[in-house]
């Protein structure tokens, strides 16, 4: 019981961990539980390679946040809780320290471009139709590296003075716009965030999450099928021992041979009636030495010639007539 309350609490915790990392003053308007499921695939062997993952995830977290709000960037006062927010993600690596990131330069972004519609004006429409054009599809394979041909030219057109911002910089925008305005899939979709920030969804946290839980459940189920089945076994064994020291037991006491089953069609005989038979089991009635026991001539009531064989709590059969 106690182990099922844990595990609840532990998915609880793991599917809204936003709900516990939020600072209340001014919560963080990004949402990082979309890049929850590329985490595990980030390349970790060493910090620079780590970093660069972890900077483009943010960039496709403000593009997310381009889409929804229109905005490049989430105002200053929230970008402490937005690190934090972050940070909630990956408990093991502080992002800031490691990779050299000011608390400021979430909020910092390219020149005075803060809005979709200012970043459009301030570019050839020429341009944006071609960008539009190139990546409104699925962004695999040639589609991708078409799309991306066509944002360096936008890139070219912002990247002369970049503001000192380098979380969503110049020559980020074209890529952050592309994935949030020009891609109807959007920057969560598998083929645009591997294609526009090399973020890998596939085979991500979310499956990992599953097999888990499909071990724990596989576990279970053998274990239970396990103990069951050694129940069964113990139970047979015991059984069967106690009806091996019943049979001889009855034996001598005359009153069974109850352990000849009632689906054969056995004639059933008491002890009494066999010594009878036998006389008493007389050695001048003995007609034969087997390794397993002696057989013995007898006579039923109603006449009938038999031979019986008496074996160490085995059964008495009827062999001839
Ligand atoms: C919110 O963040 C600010 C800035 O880091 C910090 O000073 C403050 O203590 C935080 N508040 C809470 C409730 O965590
Ligand atoms: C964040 O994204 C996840 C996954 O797409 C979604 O389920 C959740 O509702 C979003 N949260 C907010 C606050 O938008
Ligand atoms: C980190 O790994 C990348 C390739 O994955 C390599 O190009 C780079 O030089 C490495 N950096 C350091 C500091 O080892
Ligand atoms: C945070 O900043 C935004 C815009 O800069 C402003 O509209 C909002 O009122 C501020 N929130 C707080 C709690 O200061
Ligand atoms: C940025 O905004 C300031 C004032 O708001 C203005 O003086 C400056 O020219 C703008 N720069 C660009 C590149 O738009
Ligand atoms: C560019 O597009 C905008 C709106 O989409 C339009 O208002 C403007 O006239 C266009 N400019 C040119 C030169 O086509
Ligand atoms: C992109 O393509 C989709 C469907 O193919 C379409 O609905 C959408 O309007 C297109 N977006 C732009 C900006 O052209
Ligand atoms: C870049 O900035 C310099 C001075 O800061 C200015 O002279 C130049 O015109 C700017 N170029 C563009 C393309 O905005
Ligand atoms: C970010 O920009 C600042 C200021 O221009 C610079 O000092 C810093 O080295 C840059 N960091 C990275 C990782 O590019």
Redesign the pocket.
């Known amino acids: 019981m106690s182990f099922h309350y844990l595990l609840f609490l532990f998915f609880i915790l793991n599917l809204f961990p936003f709900c516990f990392a939020e600072n209340d003053t001014v919560s963080c308007p990004l949402n990082f539980t979309i890049l929850r499921p590329a985490l595990p695939n980030r ?1 970790q ?2 910090t ?2 780590e970093c660069h993952y972890l900077l483009q995830g943010l960039r496709l977290v403000l593009s997310d946040y381009l889409k929804r709000t229109g905005l490049f960037f989430p105002p200053l006062n929230t970008s402490e809780s937005c690190w934090e927010s972050y940070q909630s993600l990956l408990p093991s690596f502080n992002i800031r320290s490691s990779c050299g990131l000011e608390t400021d330069w979430i909020s910092q972004g390219c020149k005075n471009l803060t809005t979709t519609a200012e970043f459009e004006a301030s570019t050839p429409n020429a341009t944006l139709n071609d960008v539009v054009l190139n990546c409104n599809q699925s962004l695999h394979g040639s589609a991708c590296a078409s799309c991306v041909r066509s944002l360096a030219s936008l890139q070219a057109l912002h990247s002369v003075n970049s503001s000192i911002a380098n979380v969503s910089d110049c020559t980020d925008y074209p890529f952050i716009y592309a994935a949030a305005e020009a891609n109807y899939l959007g920057p969560t979709d598998e083929d645009t965030a591997y294609c526009l920030f090399s973020i890998d969804f596939s085979n991500g946290e979310g499956k990992k999450k599953n097999v888990n839980l499909g071990l724990i459940i596989g576990v279970a189920i053998g274990l239970a099928v396990f103990i069951v089945g050694f129940w069964f076994v113990y139970r047979k064994l015991k059984d069967s021992k106690k009806k091996g020291r019943d049979q001889i037991g009855n034996l001598e006491n005359n009153s069974g041979l109850d352990s000849i089953s009632e689906s054969t069609n056995l004639v059933k005989f008491t002890f009494n009636e066999i010594k009878m038979a036998t006389r008493n089991f007389a050695i001048d009635n003995i007609i034969g030495r087997g390794g397993y026991g002696n057989v013995y001539k007898g006579y039923l009531l109603d006449g009938s010639e038999v031979a019986f064989k008496r074996r160490l709590w085995q059964c008495v059969q009827r062999v001839l007539t």
């Open positions: 390349p062997h060493n620079t390679s």
